[in-house]
């Protein structure tokens, strides 16, 4: 049996060892053991080991074979998605490795140096949200990059974004979070969306509310109207209940009146004629549907004589 994904726990593996290893010079890629078996499709060769695949467990650093048991690939450079959330990681180790790397998600960690990261240009979407994170600095060479989740981090100063202001394709920031309550120290400054904006002239979405491009009205729309309602319902700091609420319209407003108006009568009478039409023409369908199933299921009887 050859090597399933997984990394090589010693203590719940056997290795089946032969006389026949000694002629062998190919060495396993999980680990240092003499392979045993080819795949001949890529050309890799791995060991006979049994491997045991366990729950994932935190680990501090990412290493080769944390990625292999997670993706399934043995080639680093062949990554394309990776998902690597809440494992407790502190070190990024040799993910500046899978240079064809696409979407990335480190979210939940204890990350605090992103330097691994700057080797990643393809990268196009970024998640490093709820970890330690305050120096962007490494995120400038991420050319590709279009979307960025930094909330819940400790960003403290708008300098600390200015080295993303080459990233030309990023239409996307997000350094809160109000549905996990995610922020950044940088948030509390009563003009951060008006800077932010500034300084990113090109970015479509911000903290997830769209501010340029189709649907940026309603959503300011609608955030108006929130407000508005909200700022009416408090007085001295303390809600209002409006108990003589009433309806906007009369409770005959939606429905239709007949007009004078004989063309409109006409159409009205012309409608119900072929409404009335249908109702019989659907009526004769459904009759020579079931004769058809009848005589259908009399065929499928078997015969019966009498002697």
């Known amino acids: 049996m050859g090597c399933l994904i997984g990394p090589p726990y010693t203590e719940q593996t056997q290795c089946l060892r032969h006389s026949a290893l000694a002629s ?8 240092d053991c003499v392979a045993l078996c080819k795949n001949r499709r890529r050309g890799l060769f791995f060991c006979t080991h049994i491997y045991l695949i366990l729950p994932d467990a935190d680990c501090e650093k990412i290493t080769p074979g944390l990625l292999k048991s997670r993706t399934g690939e043995f080639d680093l450079e062949s990554i394309l998605f990776l998902k690597l959330r809440g494992l407790g990681i502190v070190d990024l180790g040799c993910i500046g490795e899978c240079l064809n790397l696409e979407k990335l998600d480190l979210s939940g960690n204890n990350i605090t140096n992103v330097a691994p990261l700057a080797s990643l240009r393809l990268l196009s979407v970024l998640c490093l949200s709820s970890n330690r994170i305050s120096n962007l600095e490494p995120l400038r060479n991420c050319e590709g990059l279009q979307n960025l989740n930094l909330a819940g981090n400790i960003i403290s100063s708008i300098e600390n974004l200015q080295c993303l202001q080459l990233l030309r394709k990023l239409e996307s920031i997000r350094l809160k979070d109000n549905t996990y309550n995610y922020t950044n120290p940088v948030c509390r400054n009563a003009a951060y969306k008006n800077i932010v904006l500034e300084m990113f002239p090109h ?3 911000l903290d997830g509310e769209r501010v ?3 649907g940026s009205e309603l959503y ?3 955030k108006d109207i929130d407000e508005t309602i909200k700022a009416g319902s408090y007085k001295n ?3 209002v209940e409006h108990t003589d609420c009433k309806p906007w319209v009369e409770d005959n407003y939606w429905e239709l009146k007949r007009s004078n108006n004989a063309i409109i009568e006409e159409a009205y009478k012309q409608f119900n004629d072929v409404l009335h039409e249908c109702r019989l023409l659907n009526n004769r369908a459904s009759h020579v549907i079931s004769q058809t199933e009848r005589s259908m299921s009399l ?4 015969k019966q004589y009498a002697i």
């Open 24 to 31: 062998l010079t190919h060495t396993c890629l999980l680990c």
């Open 203 to 205: 970015i479509k979405v």
């Open 212 to 214: 340029v491009g189709r």
């Open 220 to 222: 300011q729309l609608c």
């Open 237 to 239: 700091g303390q809600l």
């Open 299 to 302: 065929k499928k009887q078997p």
